[in-house]
C-alpha cells in the first residue's frame, strides 16, 4: 500500500527558501505519477507540481504561479519526493499535500485525478 508522509512545512519571510518532502512509507513505493498540492485558507485544493517517478524527470509539471520559483524531484531510493520553493510570496500560505497514484483521464495537476494523500505540512509566508 501506499502511505504518505509529509515535513518540512514552516514559517518563514517573504523570499526565503523551504524545501518539503513526502516519503512514501508504505510497503510499495507508488511509481505512478506523483505530486505536490496545495490548499490555502477558504480556496479549492489546487495543482502546484507533478513528476514520474523514476524517469530521470518525465511528466513534470508546474502550476504558472510557481514556474521558476519551486522544483520538484525525487530519490527513488529513499521513496522520498520533494518540493523546493524559492522566493516564496505570502500567496503560497497554505497546506501542502503530495499524493500518488494518477488515475487516467485526469491532467496532471487535477487533485481529483490522485489516490493516495499525505497528511499535509503547513507553510507560512509573511
Known amino acids: 500500500h501506499v502511505q504518505l508522509v509529509e515535513s518540512g512545512g514552516g514559517s518563514v519571510q517573504a523570499g526565503e527558501s523551504l524545501r518539503l518532502s513526502c516519503e512514501d512509507s508504505?510497503?510499495?513505493?507508488?511509481?505512478?505519477?506523483v505530486g505536490w498540492f496545495r490548499q490555502g485558507p477558504g480556496k479549492e485544493r489546487e495543482g502546484v507540481a507533478s513528476i514520474y517517478p523514476g524517469t530521470g524527470g518525465a511528466g513534470v509539471y508546474y502550476a504558472e504561479s510557481v514556474k521558476g520559483r519551486f522544483t520538484i524531484s525525487e530519490d527513488a531510493a529513499k521513496r522520498t519526493l520533494y518540493l523546493q520553493m524559492d522566493s516564496l510570496k505570502p500567496e503560497d500560505t497554505a497546506t501542502y499535500y503530495c499524493?500518488?497514484?494518477?488515475?487516467?483521464?485526469?491532467?496532471?495537476?487535477?487533485?481529483?485525478?490522485?489516490?493516495?494523500w499525505g497528511q499535509g505540512t503547513q507553510v507560512t509566508v509573511s
Open positions: 508504505g510497503s510499495k513505493y507508488n511509481r505512478n505519477c
Open positions: 499524493a500518488a497514484g494518477r488515475k487516467n483521464g485526469f491532467a496532471y495537476l487535477d487533485a481529483r485525478g490522485y489516490r493516495y
